[in-house]
T-cell receptor, first 115, second 114 residues
Framework: EAQVTQNPRYLITVTGKKLTVTCSQN?????MSWYRQDPGLGLRQIYY???????DKGDVPEGYKVSRKEKRNFPLILESPSPNQTSLYFC??????????????FGSGTRLTVV | KNQVEQSPQSLIILEGKNCTLQ??????????LRWYKQDTGRGPVSLTI???SENTKSNRRYTATLDADTKQSSLHITASQLSDSASYIC?????????????WGAGTKLIIKP
């Protein structure tokens, strides 16, 4: 089944403790992206990757890191999480990021709480 | 500034009734507009995509309209079912510096009551 898999689904952590949220897709998609979703706001893009070893900042990249060493994986790293990073995170992939008509496939989300 | 605004913020209707959700945008230049359905705690799922030249598009009980002149879109749901309870998100794709960007609306939370 074609899908984007995120782990974990739920995570509670303490301020300053490094964490990684994994994202993997099995559709051979070139484009992958991370979003965060907060109440009352639209999805906001954190980072995206057009292809292997190519990553770029989105609208809200501060406090996050990503890597794209292989096509299928796009982990999101929080080096020193803070409470304002408490949010619902989504990973998404698309066949290509350069065309306007490619639909996104989203993961099931990771609900992160930083205390 | 590129923006997408949706209304109402939330809506409660009885099962079997129809409803219409609105999306106004200021994204320019415009490429296409998508409607997504997002169940609580899940990732968004695409319902439909509309390009500049399309006025109406239907997907089962969902009908999307687009008026590119007034920069408005609507999503009409016919004969609502309990499973329609979700957030509906309007996303507009524009072009800036040769890069496509997606502008997300905040969504309309729809609750269907039996």
């Amino acid at each position: 089944e074609a899908q984007v898999t995120q782990n974990p689904r739920y995570l509670i952590t303490v301020t300053g403790k490094k964490l990684t949220v994994t994202c993997s897709q099995n559709m051979n998609h070139e484009y992958m992206s991370w979003y965060r979703q907060d109440p009352g706001l639209g999805l906001r893009q954190i980072y995206y990757s057009m292809n292997v070893e190519v990553t770029d900042k989105g609208d809200v990249p501060e406090g996050y890191k990503v890597s794209r060493k292989e096509k299928r994986n796009f982990p999101l790293i929080l080096e020193s999480p803070s409470p304002n990073q408490t949010s619902l995170y989504f990973c998404a992939s698309s066949l290509s990021g350069t065309g306007p008509f490619y639909g996104y496939t989203f993961g099931s989300g990771t609900r992160l709480t930083v205390v | 500034k590129n923006q997408v605004e949706q209304s109402p913020q939330s809506l409660i209707i009885l099962e079997g009734k129809n409803c219409t959700l609105q999306c106004n945008y200021t994204v320019s230049p415009f490429s296409n507009l998508r409607w997504y359905k997002q169940d609580t705690g899940r990732g968004p799922v695409s319902l439909t995509i509309m390009t500049f030249s399309e006025n109406t598009k239907s997907n089962r009980r969902y009908t999307a309209t687009l008026d590119a002149d007034t920069k408005q879109s609507s999503l009409h749901i016919t004969a609502s079912q309990l499973s329609d309870s979700a957030s509906y998100i309007c996303v507009v794709s524009g072009v800036e510096d040769s890069n496509y960007q997606l502008i997300w609306g905040a969504g309309t939370k729809l609750i269907i009551k039996p």
